[in-house]
């Protein structure tokens, strides 16, 4: 979308527009504030905002969107400026994106589409790139009939009938193929990941899940937990690309804890839809840390959008941790506080062992190395430890001698063999 010279990256300018009425929801709607992260978004895909435009109306118009006056405006600073490219903040249906392409003379987008080229740039493992195509070619399916215009026009002509309605059935039909083919392989990395899953559970393996608005600083949190050296820049979806990797809380409980995509408001549905392939992690997470920009004006506004895709996602139940990052760049002790709070700096550093305290109290379920002493006739229970707990030696004398990290409930089964590793007044086999 974004062209490419032969000196580099062409840097598209754009004018953005939005519209803000009391018909669209206050998701759809457009806002000073939503205008400023639509030039960032702008910016993270290469190109450069040359003017804004905000038009508050009773209701949209059916076939402009903005309205005729609106679009005028528009349409004079696309040629005051020299903008190639006007992008709305609003969804626009196909026929509106078709008359105000018509009627501006450049590239119109909208903001779903502007995500959808930011994604297309960033993904870079495979089930990513298939995740974005996916989303690509669905939003993509119902906008055929417009950039098949020059022929639709034809149609009814003598001697023309035919060709416009043949061309883009044939490409609805290859699209609505690659959509089957591209559904069915993210089916197959949805087997994988609950295989992965059924696995992590029988090793009792917690694992957290980082959610949060995009550039909140969920890859510099993972960094700076567990040195993970993915690259965390200063805008919006830096990191696409899931990232999992494992945190020692103690000497007996290791957690995975992975990075997932940062969210934003008017997230497109068709990228929830093809991302839900990694997000369904959300919902088997032990633990999320939906991690706050705390130093952003409208951090409780990013937070509520956060909230509605994990809920959107099935997660609503997981238990979270709110981790208010950037704390460095916040004045006074002005952030909320809590149980299930904690306000940091990954950058710096500052509150993380208060974080690492939190987690190991929410995931140390009292996980105990211990050895034991068990007889030949009860050569089963070891069979049992294999399977049930993390045995880490074992050696045949005048019994089975077994090391091994085991969880509450295994240590009741064999607690009678323990020899060293815990005291019998503290009974943690007992829930």
Not at 99 to 117: C, K, P
Not at 129 to 149: D, F, G, I, N
Not at 297 to 305: F, G, M, N, S, T
């Amino acid at each position: 979308m974004f062209e490419k010279t032969m000196e580099g990256t062409k840097i598209d300018r754009a004018v953005l527009a939005g519209l803000n009425s009391p018909a669209l929801s206050r998701e759809q709607n457009a806002s000073e504030a939503s205008l400023e992260e639509l030039e960032a978004l702008l910016e993270t895909a290469g190109g450069e905002c040359v003017g804004t435009v905000l038009q508050n109306k009773a209701t949209p118009d059916p076939r402009t969107f903005l309205g005729e006056g609106k679009v005028q405006e528009v349409k004079q600073l696309v040629e005051g400026t020299g903008a190639g490219l006007v992008i709305l903040d609003n969804d626009l249906s196909p026929s509106q994106q078709r008359v105000l392409t018509e009627t501006l003379g450049v590239q119109v987008l909208d903001r779903s589409a502007l995500i959808l080229d930011i994604f297309a740039q960033r993904a870079r493992t495979s089930e990513g790139r298939l995740q974005v195509e996916l989303a690509q070619y669905k939003y993509l399916l119902p906008r055929l009939t417009s950039m098949w215009s020059h022929l639709e026009r034809q149609e009814g002509a003598i001697g023309t009938r035919g060709p416009g309605e043949t061309q883009l059935e044939t490409d609805r039909r290859l699209i609505r193929k690659k959509i089957t083919k591209l559904e069915e392989e993210l089916r197959e990395v949805r087997r994988v990941r609950a295989t992965q899953r059924q696995r992590r559970e029988k090793n009792e393996v917690p694992v957290v899940a980082i959610v949060g608005y995009t550039n909140a600083g969920k890859s510099t949190l993972l960094n700076c937990l567990t040195g993970a050296g993915i690259p965390a820049n200063n805008r919006l979806f830096d990191t696409l690309d899931t990232t999992t990797r494992t945190l020692e809380l103690s000497d007996t409980c290791t957690v995975l804890i992975s990075d997932t995509v940062g969210f934003i408001s008017k997230l497109p549905h068709h990228l929830v839809e093809a991302f839900k392939a990694t997000l369904e992690e959300l919902e088997y997470a032990d633990l999320l840390l939906h991690v706050i920009d705390g130093s952003d004006p409208l951090w409780k506004e990013q937070a509520e959008v956060v909230e509605r895709l994990i809920t959107e996602l099935n997660a609503w139940e997981t238990p979270r941790l709110e981790v208010f990052n950037k704390r460095d760049l916040v004045e006074g002790d002005i952030l909320p506080h809590g149980e299930d709070v904690v306000a940091l700096s990954a950058k710096t550093g500052e509150g993380i062992d208060q974080l690492l305290d939190k987690l190991r109290r929410r995931l140390d379920k009292g996980t105990l190395r211990v050895k034991l002493a068990i007889p030949y006739d009860q050569g089963g229970l070891v069979d049992m430890l294999y399977r049930e707990a993390k045995v880490e030696s074992v050696e045949y004398g005048e019994s089975i001698e077994v090391e091994a990290l085991c969880a509450p409930k295994v240590l009741g089964r064999v607690k009678e063999f323990v020899t060293e590793g815990w005291k019998p007044e503290k009974e943690f086999w007992e829930d």
